[in-house]
């Protein structure tokens, strides 16, 4: 591996490896990421990938790719792997602006994190009301419009969701019986792990014209809903690994998680079709807890609640980009990472157009998270790709046998964050200390511009599975 930068490190094209892979990381942690690292030179090697593989700030070890892994594949000649998306597909983020100062909110923060608590199912198998089959089929086909269609937000929203909410080519046909029947019970609903609804309070503001342009302004309170596709995505990536593990048996690969099925394919075409369903699921899964966050918010404030922004953080997508001076459509699997188009791209909405497309990565329950937007110059260093949050530090194992619950609680109470969790457990799993530095992850995010900073928000209250 050779140092490129102070932040860029390189792995140079060797064994079967057919491009480079970069790591966007610092001395020290690149001490603490070599089976990331391994995981990426595999990803190097798998067909029809171009340019190189990168690894985000944030990277660590996942399925098949890194967590934080990011590669491009060409859309004739390549590929596309479950491994490259996650289990959890379009685990995404969402950011929502009030009209509200902290100090509107300071007095009533218990009340507003109860109500919110009583009104969004949260935890592991949580439920909401069950869909029938025309209505779910309508919501996986066509994403966030279906799902204001059936009262769950305004037109207005579409625009401040990556690809407006839904992504096509999404049919119902290419997903199993066992997926509709896990997806069914689980839309508007937080589930588990690493998600939740945070109320926000913004400290710092790095860049005041396009903060004002965003409608940022610092004591305001902001909403954060950090969720994805639930039990109706991780069937789908179950299913078709298995399918593409029956029809590809005799394919190189370097490691059996990176399955993967060629993108022209039946099977890969299948696969791209069941992943965006499971991607409008969550878009859509969002937009409902939108809906009860909206409610609250009326409820105790009467006031409104606006979208900043939705952004997919696991998810292949095709787009084009521009490769040796000519523009090229590829597959560009984010797995943990989070696109980062500059300004000017025709996927952006017209109000940020000028400035880029917005980019949220969240902490951890008891530290910052930032609002940044893409640049010009993450096209030309990893097609438009940047972190996706702070990335583990210790296993959810590791993390239940050395941190103690009232410790975590009491660190957190200091700093004056409420915390609502149907699991004790969760609180421990993803306690503060189980996460690297958020803050040096976007240091070096910002530093090599891969998206910039625009705004630092706090935890006030937190509401987990």
Known sequence: MKKISEYVFKISKEGKMNVDAYVFTDEDELKEISEAVTQLKNVASLPGIVKAAYGMPDIHWGYGFPIGGVAAFDANEGIISPGGVGFDINCGVRLLKTHLYLSDIENHLEQVIQKLYESVPAGVGSTSK????????????????????????????????????????????????????????????????????????????????????????????????????????????????????????????????????????????????????????????????????????????????????????NIAKLETHSLNGETKKLVVHRKGATRAFGPGRKEIPSEYKEFGQPVIIPGDMGTASYLLIGTDESENIAFSSTAHGAGRLLGRRQALRTLQLNDILASLNKKGIIVKSKSKKTIIEEAPDAYKDIDKVIKITDKLRLSKKVAKMIPLGVLKG
């Open 130 to 313: 069950k869909f029938n089959l025309k209505d779910f089929r309508n919501i996986i086909e066509n994403g966030v419009k279906a799902t204001i269609g059936m009262g769950f937000g305004t037109p207005e929203d579409l625009k401040f969701i990556e690809d407006n909410g839904i992504i096509t080519p999404a049919n119902m046909e290419d997903i199993s019986k066992k997926a509709y029947e896990r997806g069914r019970e689980e839309l508007g609903t937080l589930g588990a792990g690493n998600h939740f609804v945070e109320i926000q309070k913004v400290v710092q503001i790095f860049d005041k014209k396009i903060a004002e342009k965003l409608g940022i302004f610092e004591n305001q309170i902001v909403v954060m809903i950090h969720t994805g596709s639930r039990g109706f995505g991780h069937q789908i990536a179950t299913d078709y690994i298995q399918l593409m593990r029956n029809n590809f048996k005799n394919v190189y690969l370097p490691d059996k998680q990176l399955i993967y099925a060629p993108f022209k394919s039946e099977l890969g075409q299948k696969y791209f079709s069941a992943m965006n369903c499971a991607a409008n699921y969550a878009f859509s899964n969002r937009q409902i807890i939108t809906h009860y966050i909206r409610k609250v918010f009326k409820e105790v404030f009467n006031t409104s609640v606006e979208i900043i922004y939705d952004v997919a953080h």
